[in-house]
Structures are given as C-alpha cells and as structure tokens.
C-alpha cells in the first residue's frame, strides 16, 4: 500500500500499520529503487515480515507498488519521502527488527560526503528505532562508501559491525544485477546496536478530520478596507533553531492568489525543515462578522510541523505589515 506523509501518525504504530499481521517483525528498507528485495527476500521467511519502504524517487515508488502488489505482500507500506524524518517521526522507539540498505547513492565527489545517507546520525537514529538484537544492513559495491559507512558508525558511538555474507535477496536487486554484469562485487556490513538512544520524534501532527478544529493553524484578524494587493513579492523567513535542530525551519511565501468559490484570498507557501519540504496552501477567507480567517488547507494533504504553523505565522504578520488588526493567532 502506498501511503502519503500524511497517511501515517506521529509516531505510528504496527498494529496500525498492519492490522492483520501486527506481531510480525518488521523491516524497513532504504531506496528500494523498483523494488526487488523485498519479494525475494519476503519468500525466505515462513511469514513474510511487516515491510516499510521509503524512496524519494516516484518512477520508483510506483515500480516496487506494482512489484509487492503482483507478489501478494499486502502487509507491505511504501512512501515516497526522504528517510530520516519518515524514521524519526513515524517510527516508534525501538520498533524495527531491521533496517535494510541496499546500494546506497555513494556520492563520490569530493566535498559530497556530507550528502550520504550513511552518516553517525543516522546511526544514531536508526540505533534508536531498533529492537535490542535488531541490525542496520549495508550492501554495496561501492569500497570507499563502505569504509566510510564503518567509520561513521564508529563515530557515532552507538554501533558494532561485523562483516558477513549479504543476505542472497541484496544480490537480486537492480544495482545488484547491474555491478555483477561489471564484474563488480559487493560488501555486506551488519552494524547492530551497542546502545539504544534516545531521539525524540518532533511535534508533528495530523490534519485534524475538521478544519474547524483549533488544531489547525490559524488567525483572525481584521483587515483594512483597503486591502487589495495587485503584487506580492516572495517573502522568506526562518525560525526554531535549537542546538539538536540547528537548521530550524525557513518558510517561504511563493504568492497570493485572489479566489473566486469564497471571497479571500490563498498564499501558497513552501516550508523547508530538515530533509522535509512541504508545499501548503493558507486560506484567508470572509467570516460573517467582517474579520478574515487565515487557516491553513486541508488540501494537499499537508501535516502540522513546527514550519508549517510559523508559515501560518509569517502570512499573519505580513498582512499586519499591510495594516491588518489581529484579534488571535492560533497556531
Ligand atoms: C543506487 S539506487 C539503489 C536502489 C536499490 N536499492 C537497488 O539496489 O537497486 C539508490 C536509491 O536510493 C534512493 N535514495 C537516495 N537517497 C534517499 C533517501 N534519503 N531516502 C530514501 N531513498 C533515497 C534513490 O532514489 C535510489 O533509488
């Protein structure tokens, strides 16, 4: 099944997930590209394991949903999305049995490391959302990526390795196939967890089932009788920086739109947090009473992160620099 950012709760649960099969182990698979692994691999257990995958690549994406539905691995969720906040914000604590990497982009230009997946970090985070006795699995082909890879793990403090033969399904997987028409081999490191530490998800929530709910970022305000703009110009600001979070969020207002269905108007924003990126659309639309709403859509399907309310933020006091009276801010 594929399933939206949106789709899941922060963090969720296996028996959400799977409701038929929630005491299976469960896998998560980093880039699974068209999706090979996981039928080959699924077919050496008696019960095929609960499986996440996440790919920021859509071609890909529908590929291995084709590939897993044609297999009949129902309990199987796909998502197209960067790994680290799918893993930090949907994964419980000490959740998975494995973590699975098969051929990893090796980035090898120099002054390109620092794009790796493979990093302390994620480490540290994988470390966090494995069950005692669970592995991180790395195959690949690419020696300096590998001998990168064991030394961040070392760095991160949290993880042992050991070199073993990869598990026969890495050997089948498109990149697989194609380093073996070169003649090229691959490594195989398991790297289990030496500690279990703590990395706390983020505040994130879901849209709530009603756009009324005070959930919903939003502001009421009073705007002038004059308010008409005829241009806007992008508008950036950044915020929520922390010593565990030091990139904070930026939030960008693209442009305004007039609507025609209700009276007011709609900001499209796009809000950067990490890895995360989400394009929202916030309403400003006439109540009753002579003041506007500004509420963030339901459409697009965005979730309420930290950027995402402070975008809410940023059109408010952009619209009081335009002489509007705010009478709450909701967000
Ligand atoms: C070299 S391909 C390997 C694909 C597949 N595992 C295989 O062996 O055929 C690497 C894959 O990782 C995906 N990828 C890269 N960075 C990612 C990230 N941060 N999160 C999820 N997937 C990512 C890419 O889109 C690509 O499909």
């Known amino acids: 099944m594929i399933f939206r950012f949106s789709d899941f709760h922060f963090p969720d649960a296996a028996a959400r997930l799977y409701p038929h099969t929630p005491g299976r182990p469960w896998v998560l698979e980093v880039g ?3 999706g090979r692994f996981w039928p080959h691999h699924a077919a050496t257990f008696p019960e095929a394991p609960n499986y996440l995958g996440v790919e920021i690549s859509g ?7 084709r590939r897993l539905r044609a297999a009949g691995l129902d309990n199987a969720v796909l998502t197209k999305l960067p790994a680290a906040p799918l893993i930090r914000e949907v994964v419980p ?12 982009d090796p980035w090898p230009k120099a002054g ?3 794009h790796r997946l493979l990093r302390a970090p994620f480490f540290q985070l994988a470390a966090s959302r494995l069950k005692p006795g669970g592995a991180v699995l790395l195959t690949t082909d690419h ?3 590998f001998e990168f890879a064991c030394a961040e793990a070392a760095a991160s403090g949290v993880m042992a390795v050991e070199f073993t033969e990869p598990p026969p399904a890495a050997l089948e997987t498109k990149y697989a196939l194609k380093w073996r028409d ?9 790297f289990t967890p030496l500690a279990h530490p703590a990395v706390p998800h983020g505040a994130l929530t879901r849209y709530p089932d009603s756009e009324e709910d005070p959930a919903v970022p939003h502001a009421i305000l009073t705007l ?3 308010f008409a703009p005829q241009s806007f110009a992008k508008h950036t600001a950044r915020g929520g920086q922390t010593p565990e979070d030091p990139a904070g969020w930026t939030a960008v207002l693209l442009d305004l739109y007039r609507t025609l269905g209700k009276t007011g108007w709609t900001a499209l924003a796009h809000v950067v947090e990490g890895e995360l990126t989400q394009e929202v659309l916030i309403g400003i639309t006439a109540r009753e009473d002579g003041t506007h709403l500004v509420r963030l859509a339901r459409f697009g399907g965005p979730v309420i992160t930290p950027g995402v ?3 809410v933020g940023v059109l408010t006091d952009w619209l009081e620099t335009q002489g509007a009276q705010v009478r709450h801010r909701g967000y």
């Not at 071609?59 to 949903?65: R, V, W, Y």
């Not at 070169?182 to 398991?190: D, E, N, P, S």
């Open 182 to 190: 070169l003649g090229l081999g691959a490594r195989h490191a398991r």
């Open 309 to 311: 309310k402070a975008a």
């Open 224 to 226: 002038p009788e004059t």
């Open 93 to 104: 604590q000490g959740a998975l049995d494995a973590v699975v990497v098969n051929f990893p």
């Open 143 to 145: 020696e300096e990526y």
């Open 59 to 65: 071609t890909s994406l529908l590929k291995a949903g």
């Open 32 to 34: 699974f590209g068209d």
């Open 112 to 114: 390109h490391t620092g």
